[in-house]
Every structure is written in C-alpha cells, then in structure tokens.
DNA sequence: GCGATAACTTGTCAATGTCTAGATACCTGG
DNA sequence: CCAGGTATCTAGACATTGACAAGTTATCGC
C-alpha cells in the first residue's frame, strides 16, 4: 500500500538538530506499542505499518521485527495486552459495584477508551489467536464476563451470551458510527441506558452509582 | 442464491492446451467480486489481495482497477451490496412473520451465511462509507431495523438499538469464534433462544424461562 | 576488563497497490 | 459493411511494504 501522502525517508539516525540519539532506545517495545496503538486509532489495524511505526520511533525500518518477530507477533502482543487489561476493567467493575449492569458498562466503556487494543482483540485473524499469553488473557477476561452470571443461582449460559452480546454489539456498533446520532455521544451513559433493557429484572441493587 | 459466476472459460493466460481466454472476460466485475467473497471467507478483509483476485480470474493484475477503481472502491461495491441484502433479507423476515424476534434472528442468519460482505459493511475504514451507493443502502437496511419498533406505540430509540446491539454482538462473536462451543453451532438457533432474553416480554414469548 | 548477548542498522528481495500507456474487442452510426 | 469510438483488458513501471540475512554497537554477567 503506498497509501503515504508524503514520503517520508526510513528512519534517519540523528533527530534535526536535537542530540544524537542513542543506539539504543530504551524501551523501544513499548514505545513500538503506543505508536501502534495510535496509528490503529488513526486509521484502523488493516492500515497499519510497521515501517511506519519504526519512523514514528525514530529506529530503523527492521527494528520492529526484533521486538515482535513479525507483525502478528505485534498485534498478538496488542491482543494480550487489550484481554488483561480488560479483566481488570470487569473485575474492578465487578467489585466495586456488585452490579451486572455495571460490569456491562464497563465493557462499554473499555471499548471507547482503549479503542486499539478492542479493535484488535475481535479480529483474530489478524494476530495468533493461540499465542499462550492471548490465549491465557482471553481466557481471564471470559471468565470474568461469565463469572458473575455463573455465581447466580440457576445460571443460562445462554444469559450470559445475550448479555455479553449486548455490550459487545454496542460496544462495536459506537466504535463504528453505526448509531443514530440523537442518542449524544456518550457510550456510558447510552450502555447504561441500553443495558437496563436486558439486566433490569437479574440484578443485584447497586451500591454505588 | 448468490450462485458462482460460470458460463466463462476461467483459463489462465498461458493456460496449456486449453482454447485461448477471449480478451474480454464477459462478466469480470461479476467475477472479481465473487472472488474477493470468496478470498475473504479465507482470510478476512485484511489480507485481500487485487492481484491476487486478478489471478483467481484469470486476468492480468491490473484489470480491477478498471472496474472498481482501487481496493476501497471494490470493498465499497461489496459493502454496498451487503446492505443492499441485508435490508431485503430483514423486510422478508417482517412481512413473513411480523415478529421483532424473528427479524433479529433473520440478521443473525444474515452475517452466517453471508460472512465476507458482513465483515466489510461494519469495517467502515476498509472503504467508502460515503460513496452514494454504500449510504443508500445502509440507510435502507437500517430504517428496517428501527422501523418495526417505530411503529409500535411508545417505541424508545433505545429498544431498537438494544435489540440492534443484542443481534449484533451475537453475529460478531459468532463469526470470530468467541463463544462457548458447548453452545452449538447452529448461529439461528442460538440467536431465537438468546434474544428471548430481551425480547420476551415484547413479542411472542419465548418457551424458555 | 572482556566475552557473550541483546539491541539495533543496513541491505536485499518478492509482493502489492496504483499509475500510465498501449493493445484488443465490441458496437453504433453511416 | 465497415469505420471510428469506446469500453475492456494487458504490459510495464514505481514506490512502499513485510520479511529475511548479515553486520554493527551497546549492555550485561562474570
């Protein structure tokens, strides 16, 4: 894809006019992480270019490759990442409040918040969906999703898929601009909205608002 | 229904031994978009290739630029032709049936059984989403998924997008394996039994619970 | 110190998207 | 019937990309 307005050359040496930067970077990985992460934002991971991020960081065209071996070594790496962190989300959601609904909230409002790893987490064909950190971090984010339904007496898997689809539809019908735009832009307090029409009647009060 | 593109000789250039590919291809818009359904049940959106459906086709590399302009332009066409579908298959479904639940169902079914042009038409950064024919279309298939609510007295915006979200969020995990296998494989059969859970008390109620 | 090793660079190659120019078949008007 | 025009397709070229191989430089363990 040339799809480059400009060209920009490969990764010069030297910023203009600022100290020579050191051979080596310091945490290039992680800095090869954000600048994926912003340019998935920008323009989607199907765009997205290693030679671009290395340019970005200001590393030569191949350094990328040493850190994550090839580009669905990154995106794995940004899957794994997006799973644990969004157990954290629901765990925190889920203690907190006591609340199913707001554990679906939650869901929402990780979607709008970390945009690049969500992206990139439901599109298995684009990284290694049985990488052992993928798949030990998706596994922790599921059984936070079914957890809460599991604890209750008498629990339907199958409530549990209509709630998780419900936030997941959601969740990436906003990311889309797939909904009217009378709703406001507000993807929690619309999940909130949304999700009071499948959790009313299952759950527990919340404690906190 | 969408039935393969035949009645052409599918030679290669220097296919061997068989009468020589005619110059024109006869249908190769036809073609191209057949093959690039195709290639993209192998290996989603991202890894779409021209010159690979040129290959698949038989004709040289360049060829689809002539019919579609550039890759969005062809994942325009299919996105457009997906909403197009799409709204016919979920009017189908009201008239015959006259249920919201079976409309949900009859989308599900739709992203089953029409894998490629679902997971273009809601990857709005993979083409044009501004292209006259994608509007028109979505904007059809859309006022078919809020039109069976807006006619019921009291109808809530946000019941329709809970109902969009559910059947939504379904499909999507659905197609990239995020749900529990012991659940079956059968996705219309799923989505009649999960979105009883939102639309129970709105429709025909469901058996179970 | 000093060798081992990790981190990074440079060079290269096949493949891709897109552009330009040219070749070929169809088709309409006379 | 046939001549010119146009739609369709081919051929070539170029910049860009992902991946690989081999070399260079800094850091770390001992």
């Not at 970077?25 to 989607?44: F, T």
């Not at 940004?78 to 765990?91: M, Q, S, Y």
Request: aromatic share 8%; glycine share 8%; net charge neutral.
């Amino acid at each position: 894809m040339p799809a480059g307005p400009e060209a920009v050359p490969d990764a010069v040496p030297n910023d203009a006019g600022g100290a020579p930067r050191p051979y080596h970077h310091g945490d290039l990985r992680r800095a090869l992480m954000q600048a994926a992460l912003d340019a998935i934002v920008e323009g989607g991971p199907a765009n997205l270019s290693l030679r671009d991020l290395a340019r970005r960081a200001g590393v030569s065209h191949a350094a990328p490759a040493h850190h994550f071996g090839d580009k669905a070594g990154l995106l794995s790496a940004i899957a794994a990442e997006g799973f644990e962190r969004l157990a954290v989300t629901l765990d925190q959601a889920w203690r907190q409040t006591g609340s199913f609904l707001e554990v679906g909230v939650a869901y929402v409002r990780f979607a709008a918040s970390h945009r690049a790893h969500f992206e990139v987490m439901f599109r298995p064909e684009l990284y290694r969906p049985d990488d052992p950190a993928v798949a030990r971090a998706r596994a922790a984010a599921r059984s936070l999703l079914y957890g809460p339904l599991a604890d209750s007496s008498g629990a339907d898997p199958r409530a549990a898929v209509a709630a998780w689809s419900l936030v997941h539809g959601l969740a990436t019908l906003w990311l889309n601009r797939n909904l009217p735009p009378q709703l406001g832009d507000d993807p929690e307090q619309l999940a909130r909205e949304v999700a009071g029409y499948l959790f009313r009647d299952r759950d527990r009060p919340p404690r906190a608002r």
